[in-house]
């Protein structure tokens, strides 16, 4: 853990924000802010609300109250589109890859923000389509090489087992280069050295790229050795907010999820 | 005044005759959720068959109850040859299935009996009803009224058999959740098997009073697309919908083509019940009766 | 053996990103290119074999259909099989191409022919976009009726405003002769020629299409729309792009299939019935594939000419007569039979299967 980077004044803000589907409530006035470079962990119970709260930070649900604010600019509601552009990227918990495409090919979409030529110019595919196509080649051959996926790199995603397809998922959100990373359970259904492999992707991509990273995980381990500071939800509520060793011993989040210390 | 009165008791009688296609496309997509494209052409099938038996010498109730077990053996068959296989595939998938299942029932039916247009004749006459006119001024044909009375005796067949008897229940459980509907010991393969049936029971009923009124011919498998917007009306779930969906399109229709048809030169009845349709899909997907499906990421 | 890529090292991204990028492989279309271009031609204009086989059959009959429904079948593919939307619309968006055509010979004085039907294309586009529009808010096979609603709708426009066939009967058009660059196409090895040329352009552009970012874009909106507005895809650019490529493909080779291969055409002729063998042309040869859209295309030209040259030879060798219909209606039953067994065993159709061919062939002879 040595040469991370100084973390920063708070990138994103989430403020109040209520959200319920019908008369299911997920979130109830929920508040917490994630500094520059750090790694923010999610914790909490199944149904704590976990999952909405990174729904709602990349726009794909829209609350009924509060606001969230990134990079300074608040909303209340925005759209999937709008949060990409804006530099946000994530991961689903059920793997959402597009199962008909290539490894390749789905970490290429990670680049389309990016992609500049209009259709005509990429039907002609000369000069400017090709250089374009080729440079973000090179890109996303990197993060390939960083992921260690070279070897199924023509491969169609839904072919892959269960572990390489979650690395596919996040090499898809880095090809995107973004400032803010999402990852909803991204050790879920993996075995201990898998797990480690993917922490140790987790921080290498917070220390090389500086990404800040907000990470929901069921991991006690991983949590408190990967995070530095962590939010607690249950039942919609946020109960606790600090570092992984203020929140271990916080009697509230013992009561609602530790259960007997281990 | 009476014009209109005219115009949309003729609509919708003739939309109690989407209904009656639409209810068995209601059937299948209740218990399966396939959208069955094949059953203009098992209404085709079936009136042929019936024509086809009747014309060898047996008298029309005998040569209707052979063409429904011929109904049913086709039911096992579509069961074993294209549901099991494809058993889970995307709903696109098994439409376009149904597709090419259309093609081969078409083009089996034609093999078998030939494609001439045949006359079917089921003893009604289509005659105004002297009373009704004497009285009202109204001219409404004995068939219309008789096949209405059917489409009706049927619709109350099917609800009391989806709803008092235990393969009714059986069909809903499986319409409502597949897994749940195995996990209690129901046997989807069965259940299909039987709806299929059931289907093409109504296939039958539909082609003997559509052919009768029409004709045997081609023409009827694209009965199917018809149906398709009587369905977005009136939802693909509901037996209810498809009755009223069936009324609301043979009814507006016949006024469309009658009121605003001349000015832009007649023939609209081709294609307005789809731009219905489409509008109804943008503002109420899941049509009047339908169920609205919340979709969870 | 004859297969294998050992020693075929690719040392940069270019090389890797090449259309064919086995050696084996650019021989192989090389080698059809001179065939298409210059065998078939020179075997035409032979006076030798000419006598001998019927080329005036061979080219109105089956190359050109073939690569005209070719052309209608990438089309159909790049909407329904990459993009992922199903249309039943095709042939309305065939029959826009050819009236469009027409009414730009007739009305443009001066007009170059490539010109109109480039034009064409362009009409067909629209039309697309506009009843692509629904796309945005109705999914799956719902959005079948939208083009259902724009099949119907088109063929009645065309037949009952009279002005789009001036003024002629039931809307039947003669398109005008093809006159490229101040030369006569007129006979079938020109028309061939011709085809054969926008064809391959044509596919050549597709094809580079989708495997570039709009064609990932369309695969991502086909696979899973969530998740491609979450990865910054712009949804509705990508459908409405989606229609309006789409139909482009489709109304040129409505004007080819006017111009340069019936000749005479009437709205009648682009009715439902064409829009499903055209989609059936995908699902045979190949969803999602532009070779598949090639291979299902001369499966259905094929089949009915197989069938009836079988049908012959039985009733010339056993003395038969079969009943009339017979190979129209065997022709519905193994194509029903087929769509349904393609899309139970393999979905990806003959396209893949071709792929599975040539992964064996590179272990040839070896099993595995």
Redesign the interface.
Known sequence: MTGRREIGAPILEVEDVSLAFGGVVALQGVSFDVREHEIRAIIGPNGAGKSSMLNVINGVYRPQRGSVAFKGRRHRKVDPYEAAKAGIARTFQNIALFRGMSVLDNLMTGRCLKMRRNVLEQALYLGPARSEELEHREKVEAVIDFLEIQHVRRTPVGRLPYGLQKRVELGRALAAEPDLLLLDEPMAGMNLEEKQDMSRFILDVNDQMGATIVLIEHDMGVVMDLSDRVVVLDYGRKIADGTPEEVRKNPRVIDAYLGVAH | MQFFFEVLIGGLLAGVMYSLVALGFVLIYKASGV?NFAQGSMVFFAALTTVGFVSMGAPLWAAAGLALAVMALLALATER??LR??VN?P???L???T??????????A??AW??NVRALDLGIADEPIDWLMDHTGLNISKFDLVASGIAAGLVTLLAVFFNRTRTGRALRAVADDHQAALAVGISLQRIWVIVWMTAGFVALVTGLLWGARNGVQFALT?LA?KA??VL?LGGFESITGAIVGGLIVGASEKLAEVYIGPH?????E??FP??L??AF??VR?EGLFGERR?DR? | MLYREAGQFKTDYAADQQLFPIRQDRFAIIALFVIAFVGVPLAALMPGLSGAIDFNYWFNGVLIPFLIFSLAALGLNILTGYAGLLSLGTGAFMAVGAFAAYNFELRVPGMPMLLSFALAGCVAAAVGIVFGLPSLRIRGFYLAVATLAAQFFVVWALTKFSWFSNYSTSGVITAQKIVVFGYAVDTPVERYLLILAIVCVMALAAKNMVRGAVGRAWMAVRDMDVAAEVVGIPIMKTKLLAFAVSSFYCGVAGALYAFAYLGTVEPAGFELDLSFRILFMIIIGGAGSILGSFLGAAFIVLLPIFLDLSANAIERSFGLALPSGLVSNLTLIIFGALIVFFLAVEPLGLARLWQIAKEKLRLWPFPH
């Open positions: 959208f040859v294209v296989p494809l595939q709903q696109i998938t439409f376009m299935a597709i090419g299942l259309s093609f081969f029932i078409d083009g089996v034609q093999l030939g494609a694209f697309l398709l917007p977005i832009v030169g007649g023939g609209i081709s294609w789809y731009v349709a489409l899909l943008l997907p919340i990421v």
